[in-house]
């Protein structure tokens, strides 16, 4: 398979410091530890392999033992399952709520310790020769909500008008009423935007006169949607699909710009917690010589510092003997994190099941998978003392993790009792993506309870919302992934390394700023960040700023509020630097220069 390298933004973290060390009695080296990977296929939450479960009669599960049959199947190879269902299955009447088919699938998986997609269309859901999408009492008086009827693969398909009043009211109470029921449920992440549209696929649905109406309505439903579930910390997956076998041919779009706005995929992204997800992916996605600019626009997505994740659902079963090969390796060009079995549903879990070699390679490339690269420590520090030490992140998989985890190192005793943690807080596991290298420094006070002894050193990563433990890619995990590093000693007194810096001074920056800092060759510069604010690209996403230095020219991206660092390494002259703003603010509270590269 050809090498793919993700268009995203990397980042190199440092946190330096002065270190001041009295003479003492005992000199302590500084030991550095490069770790072994782990190349067995493994699922860590938030990521990985999709399974549809179907949560309306007459596909529901039929009793305990086929839920469990399934998971049987799933286990080790999914951690995440979407559950399918309408708006018109659960509002069975008007402000009556049937949510026992949802509840069942949400408890069944969460019991099983799997993570959670609503996958909820309010819009015409075609499965299995039917057709249900928002509940058919908004047809008939007193709402007569104005529709348009349409032929789907020879079923009628019924798409209300979405600029009518008593629809969006109604679209509004179903919303407020699942965001209600979900919000406190940690398992539940998050929940598919399927509000226009066949399968809620944000195509061919209900027709209006103008591409003005349509762009207005479908900003309307956006609106809806994103306040429905604003502030419960779920995201929503807008699916960034078009189809021109399902689109009118005079809403066909010309430029990439015009693809954006008249799906109003620009103003989506200008909702920080808007993510995408392409349905179709596997010869279904190509670019605009043919009229489509999805896989542009995913492209754009990916490399704009947005940090949410790409799902891609597989199209149709495949045929022959290299389909699914092929559906996997294209998708694998969006930089997924998420990716839907083959087949999607129980109905097609045999396609996936009879393709361990995909699932498997699935399980090493999805996502993210974290490794502690290299870890370098002092071998003794007196009791109670302060332990600095530094350590490397990379990302191995072609995905992302969209949320921050916690970076924990561990002090165990040699009989294995675990007796301290620190958490690293300047790790932000959102920032690093494949290919690049993330360096942290960090100071870890030990306690007083720490009697002079010999201790191990371990490292572990976890949820703080679930408090799920996150698997990394490394062999020697002491005990339910936290990893082995090495052994120091607590006793007497330790002579630790300097640590060197110099400083410039930066602050605001709008339009473009020079900087003198006069680095020297193998030098690394520390550049902190934070964007005050940020201009919006014609395409929705929030514009970038740029540091050149040494000829080369670095990206920093992200939403206003945004903090970070950039590290870059002197490679020949670097007397100056130059901070292009453009339009936007960013500031530079403090830009660090590591002597001699340290």
């Not at 104005?146 to 009518?164: A, H, L, M, R, W």
């Not at 699914?324 to 879990?349: A, W």
């Not at 902190?528 to 919006?536: K, P």
Request: proline content about 4%; charged content about 25%; aromatic content about 14%.
């Amino acid at each position: 398979m050809k090498r793919i390298i993700c268009l995203a933004m990397g980042i190199f973290f440092l946190c330096s410091f002065a270190i001041s060390c009295s003479k003492q009695e005992t000199y302590a080296t500084m030991v550095t530890v490069y770790t072994e990977q782990d190349s067995s296929p493994f699922v860590n939450p938030d990521m990985g392999w999709v399974f549809y479960d179907i949560a309306f009669p007459p596909h529901q599960m039929a009793d305990e033992s086929v839920f469990e049959e399934y998971y049987r199947q799933l286990k080790g190879k999914v951690n995440t399952v979407a559950v399918m269902s309408s708006w018109g299955y659960i509002e069975t009447s008007e402000g009556v709520y049937d949510w026992q088919y949802v509840d069942r699938s949400v408890s069944f998986w969460q019991s099983k310790g799997m993570d959670v997609q609503l996958r909820i269309a309010t819009d015409a859901l075609l499965y299995s020769n039917v057709s249900r999408g928002c509940p058919d009492y908004l047809f008939r008086a007193p709402y007569n909500v104005p529709f348009q009827t349409k032929t789907e693969s020879g079923i009628e398909v019924v798409y209300p008008d979405y600029s009518n009043p008593v629809y969006q009211e109604k679209l509004t109470d179903f919303l407020n009423e699942m965001s209600a029921r979900y919000a406190e449920n940690p398992a539940v992440k998050v929940v598919d935007l399927r509000g226009y549209g066949l399968w809620g696929e944000w195509h061919s649905g209900y027709e209006y006169d103008t591409m003005e109406k349509r762009r207005s309505v479908l900003k309307e439903l956006i609106d809806i949607w994103y306040e429905a579930f604003e502030g419960t910390g779920k995201l929503l997956n807008l699916s960034a699909s078009w189809d021109p076998i399902l689109l009118e041919e005079d809403l066909q779009a010309e430029t990439p710009l015009e693809f954006m706005q008249n799906s109003a995929f620009d103003y989506a992204m200008t909702k920080p917690l808007i993510a995408i997800r392409r349905d179709g992916v596997g010869g279904a996605v190509y670019d605009g010589d043919s009229g489509r600019f999805d896989k542009n626009f995913i492209e754009m997505f990916n490399a704009s510092g947005k940090r949410l994740p790409f799902t891609a659902e597989y199209i149709g079963s495949g045929s022959g003997d290299n389909a699914f090969l092929d559906m996997y390796e294209e998708s694998l060009e969006y930089c997924p994190t998420f990716s839907s079995i083959f087949g999607h549903d129980r109905y097609g879990l045999t396609n996936f099941l009879n393709h361990p070699d995909l699932i498997n390679r699935g399980n090493l490339e999805l996502g993210y998978r974290f490794i502690v690269d290299s870890f370098t420590y002092p071998s003794a520090i007196r009791k109670g003392g302060t332990m600095r030490l530094s350590f490397s992140l990379k990302n191995l998989a072609y995905g992302i993790a969209y949320k921050d985890y916690v970076f924990e190192i561990e002090i165990y005793s040699l009989s294995g009792e675990k007796l301290y943690s620190y958490p690293v807080e300047s790790v932000q596991t959102s920032e690093i993506v494949r290919d690049k290298d993330y360096i942290y420094f960090a100071e870890m006070l030990l306690p007083d309870s720490l009697q002079e002894d010999t201790y191990q050193l371990a490292v572990s990563m976890y949820d703080s919302a679930t408090q799920k433990k996150i698997r990394l890619g490394m062999d020697q995990d002491i005990d339910f992934y936290d990893y082995r590093i090495g052994e120091f000693t607590i006793g007497g007194n330790a002579v630790c390394p300097q640590f060197s810096y110099r400083t410039a001074d930066c602050g605001n920056v709008t339009g473009e700023k020079k900087v003198d800092i006069n680095a020297r060759p193998g030098e690394k510069v520390q550049i902190l960040y934070e964007i005050v604010s940020t201009e919006r690209n014609a395409y929705g996403f929030a514009e970038k700023f740029t540091v050149e230095m040494d000829g080369e020219i670095y990206e920093i991206g992200g939403e206003n509020g945004y903090t970070g660092q950039l590290v870059i390494e002197c490679r020949k002259n670097c007397g100056q630097l130059t901070i292009q703003g453009g339009s936007g603010v960013i500031n530079i509270p403090e830009i660090k220069i590591i002597e001699g590269g340290k």
